[in-house]
C-alpha cells in the first residue's frame, strides 16, 4: 500500500509537468497537436488476402461527429510510410500519400532518392484516390496490386483515457472495471493502404515500420 | 553587374521551365506535378501506440517526433529508462524478462516490426510485436509490460484499464476500419 502510495505520488508529479496528456499518440506534441501533421495510430497486418500487408495510418484525432465533414487533408502535408527491410532502422523503401483538391496520389513502394527526415515525391504514381467525404461510402482505388483509401473513418483506437490521467494525478488508485472507452463516438482522418507483401523486400521474414507526417518547405 | 544578374536570372528561369516542361512530358497526368520539385519536412514520426505519449516529458516529446528512428536509441534510451522507473520505482524485469535498460532499448526506437510470414499482432498471448492489427489491446499490454512485473502479476489494478475492444465493429474486407460516426 505504501509503495503504491509512493508510486502515484511520483507519477502525479511526473504528469503534471507533462500537461494533458493522449494516447495513443493522439495530439501527443505541442507541435503538431491539431495539425494535419498529427499522427495518432499506426497499423500493420496481413491483408484479408494473406499475400498482402495492409497499412493504416490515421491523423488528426479526436474527431466530434460534427467536426467531420470538415477535416480534410492538407495539400501541404505528405504522409509517408517508411519500411526499413534489412534491419538498420533507416528506410530503404517509402510509399509517399499526397493531396491535390481532394485526390490522395500514391508513390512506391520506391528507393527513396535520400533517406531522413527531408522528402521529395518519388518516382510516378502507383495509384490515386479521391478523398472519401464524410457520409458517403468508402471510395477505393484498386491498380497495379495496390488498394489505397483516404478519408473520415472511427477512430479503432479504445482506451479509458480519462481513468488513466486520473492515476497519474493521484485522485485514483486503479481502472475501473469495466473501464469506459475515451475514443467512442470520435473519428479520425485515416490512410488505408494494401499492396503484396513481396514489394516490402523483407529479410528473415520481417520488416520495420514507420509513419511520418512532413510538411511543404 | 546588373546586366550579368539578369543574364543569371534568365538562365535560372529557362532551366526552371525546362525542369518543369521535362517533368510534365514524363507523365500525363498533370495534375500530378504540383508535387515536383517540392520538399517535405517531418514533424511527427510514429510506429508503436503511445511511446511518446507516455515516456517523453515537455520539449522531449517535439524533439522525439521529429527524431530518425537510427538515432532514436542513442538520444532517447536513458530517458526512457529514468521515465520508466518514476512510472514504477519497483520495476526490476518485465513478463518478456527485459531490464529497464533493455526494455527501454526497445521502446526508444520507435519502429514497428511487422512479420510477412506469420501472424501479425501487438501481442496475442504468442506472438509479441509481430504488426498491429486494429483489434490489438495495445495499452493493456504496454500497462502489463511497464507495471506488471516478470509474472505480470503485479500493480493488477494498473495492468488493465478494462476496455477490451472498440467501440464499433471493424470491417473484414479493405478498408477494414469502421464507418466514421
Known amino acids: 500500500m505504501k509503495t503504491k502510495k509512493l508510486l502515484l505520488a511520483i507519477l502525479g508529479v511526473g504528469m503534471i509537468t507533462a500537461g494533458i496528456v493522449f494516447a495513443a499518440d493522439h495530439a501527443d506534441t505541442p507541435a ?65 500519400c499526397v493531396f ?36 458517403q461510402n468508402p471510395i477505393i482505388a484498386s491498380q497495379n496490386n495496390f488498394m489505397a483509401f483516404a478519408g473520415p473513418r472511427d477512430d479503432p483506437f479504445f482506451f479509458d483515457l480519462d481513468q488513466y ?7 485514483a488508485t486503479s481502472f475501473n472495471n469495466p473501464g469506459n472507452d475515451t475514443f467512442k463516438g470520435t473519428n479520425v482522418m485515416s490512410i488505408v493502404l494494401e499492396f503484396p507483401k513481396s514489394l516490402l523486400g523483407a529479410t528473415n521474414g520481417k520488416v520495420n515500420v514507420w509513419a511520418e507526417a512532413k510538411r511543404k518547405i | 553587374m546588373k546586366k550579368y544578374t539578369n543574364i543569371y536570372l534568365s538562365a535560372a528561369l529557362l532551366t526552371m521551365v525546362v525542369v518543369f516542361f521535362s517533368a510534365c512530358s514524363k507523365n500525363s497526368d498533370t495534375t500530378v506535378n504540383v508535387f515536383a520539385g517540392v520538399t517535405y519536412q517531418t514533424e511527427d514520426q510514429m510506429a508503436r501506440p503511445a511511446i511518446n505519449t507516455v515516456f517523453n516529458l515537455g520539449a522531449d516529446k517535439d524533439a522525439y517526433n521529429a527524431a530518425l528512428p537510427s538515432v532514436m536509441g542513442a538520444g532517447f534510451q536513458s530517458k526512457f529508462q529514468a521515465r520508466l522507473l518514476a512510472l514504477n520505482p519497483g520495476y526490476t524485469t518485465n513478463a518478456l524478462g527485459l531490464s529497464a535498460s533493455a526494455f527501454t532499448g526497445v521502446l526508444a526506437t520507435d519502429v514497428l516490426t511487422v512479420s510477412t510470414t506469420g501472424t501479425t499482432t501487438f501481442f496475442d498471448g504468442t506472438n509479441v510485436l509481430t504488426g498491429r492489427a486494429l483489434g490489438d489491446d495495445v495499452i493493456d499490454t504496454e500497462l502489463l509490460l511497464i507495471f506488471g512485473g516478470p509474472a505480470g502479476t503485479l500493480n493488477a489494478g494498473l495492468t488493465s484499464d478494462k476496455v477490451s475492444t472498440n467501440d464499433k465493429a471493424f470491417l473484414s474486407t479493405f478498408p477494414y476500419l469502421a464507418s466514421p460516426w
Do not use: C, H, R, W
Not at chain 1, 495510430?41 to 490515421?58: E, H, L, R, W
Not at chain 1, 487533408?73 to 509517408?80: K, L, V
Open chain 1, 32 to 96: 503538431t497537436t491539431g495539425k494535419t501533421t498529427d499522427i495518432t495510430d499506426v497499423y500493420a497486418f496481413q491483408g484479408q488476402n494473406t499475400s498482402n500487408m495492409a497499412f493504416v495510418i490515421n491523423t488528426q484525432g479526436l474527431l466530434t461527429p460534427s467536426a467531420t465533414g470538415a477535416a480534410s487533408f492538407d495539400n501541404n502535408t505528405m504522409i509517408e510510410l517508411n519500411i526499413d527491410n534489412n534491419a538498420d532502422n533507416v528506410e530503404d523503401l517509402v510509399v509517399q
Open chain 1, 100 to 135: 491535390n483538391n481532394g485526390t490522395m496520389y500514391v508513390y512506391g513502394p520506391i528507393k527513396p532518392s535520400s533517406t531522413g527526415s527531408k522528402s521529395i515525391v518519388e518516382g510516378t504514381a502507383t495509384t490515386s484516390v479521391a478523398v472519401t467525404p464524410y457520409g
Open chain 1, 165 to 171: 490521467k486520473k492515476i497519474i494525478a493521484g485522485t
